[in-house]
């Protein structure tokens, strides 16, 4: 497959969703620069302007504890508010201006109290901390509603508004339109096959191995044979598991571990601290059959050649489809080659 299709152009497509993705690999002939940027100015560990550290003021009045780990608080600029769902019917029964009411809660995660350090950087502990307080959200928040999403928007060019390491939970009345699709695909991938989609994909992936990038006893990450953004992760389990909320004690240990893993080669591919928006998929809460679903984790970070050469969903790919240069056999190899250690603490 690699050496047929690493010259000449070619579409692949999403089984998760559906879409395709036009691969150009002749545009990257050109040698690997790799360009390097650790130019960042440090950040102190406590900022008194920031919104999020311990024990400072937010933009609403509302004061942050002296929290010692992880800290979630209600948005103050939520963009989903509780509240029943009002009756649209009328407006429906048009073809041009259809609607229908959406509600819901959105919360902010503060990871650390940390300032200064990112995922990658926390001790591993930590990371598991993360993991524990996104499951619980997840359990807690999907008694009310059908979707919870749980992500991270990573640096300035992902605009993300402050360095301070967060994520953020918007639980919601309805079914988004990528789950959704989600959703259509994993269902009739267990129709005609009798397994999850994902589940039999993850073993598929480690056994060629061409886009790996890391692998333990209980999860993979791989750069996926679909990918749209140039360095685009995967992280998948090897095991059937549907929601966080269902992960055991040992199975969280070993996702801090691959997941610290990952971020630490992205910081280390341009010697910055790699942007990204992430988040997790898991079975909505509909009160529907879901054996379709499998648990993963979606990265989309958008740098392509240097800290801040960006590649640029524009032009083709806003009228007509997504398009890459680099393949992703070539994205995993680069991932492959870094360091796992972190640049920061070799210096
Ligand atoms: P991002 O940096 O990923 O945008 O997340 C920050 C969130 O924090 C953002 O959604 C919220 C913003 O609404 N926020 C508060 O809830 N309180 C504040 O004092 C500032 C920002
Ligand atoms: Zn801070």
Partial sequence: ???????????????????????????TQRPWLGQKESTMAARPAYEPKC?????????????????????????DYAALLPGKPIDTTEQNESPFFKMEAAHGECRVICFSPRHDLTLPELP?????????????QTRELSEKYPWVQVFENKGAIMGCSNPHPHGQI?????????????????????QSRGTPLLLD???????????????????????PFWAVWPYEYLLLPLFPVKSLMELTDDQKSTLAEIMKEGLIRYDNLFETSFPYSMG????????????????????????????????????????????????????????????????????
């Avoid at 047929?4 to 395709?20: A, D, E, I, K």
């Avoid at 919104?51 to 948005?75: D, E, H, I, M, W």
């Avoid at 918007?170 to 267990?190: G, H, R, T």
């Avoid at 209980?218 to 750069?223: A, G, I, K, Q, S």
Wanted: aromatic share 12%; glycine share 4%.
């Fill in 124 to 136: 591993l502990e930590e990371v598991k901390s993360i993991i524990n307080v996104w499951s619980e």
């Fill in 201 to 223: 994909y993850a073993h598929a992936e480690l056994k060629d191995g061409a886009r790996v990038i890391s692998s333990n006893e209980n999860w993979v990450l791989l750069v």
């Fill in 51 to 75: 919104y999020l550290c311990p024990g400072n003021t937010r933009a609403n009045g509302a004061l942050n504890p002296q929290y010692k780990s992880t800290f979630v608080f209600n948005n």
């Fill in 170 to 190: 918007w639980a919601n009345s309805f079914l988004p339109v990528e789950i959704a699709k989600e959703d259509e695909f994993q269902y009739a991938y267990l």
């Fill in 280 to 347: 997790w998929h898991g079975a909505p809460s509909t009160g529907k059959a879901n054996d379709h679903w499998q648990l993963h984790a979606h990265y989309y970070p958008p740098l392509l050649r240097s800290a801040t050469i960006k590649k640029f969903m524009v032009g083709y790919e806003m009228l007509a489809e997504p398009q890459r240069d680099l393949t992703p056999e070539q994205a995993a190899q680069r991932l492959r080659e870094v360091s796992p250690v972190h640049y920061k603490s070799r210096q």
């Fill in 1 to 27: 497959m690699e050496l047929q299709f690493n010259q000449s152009t070619h579409r692949r497509y999403n089984p998760l969703t559906g879409q395709w993705v036009l691969v150009s690999p002749h545009r």
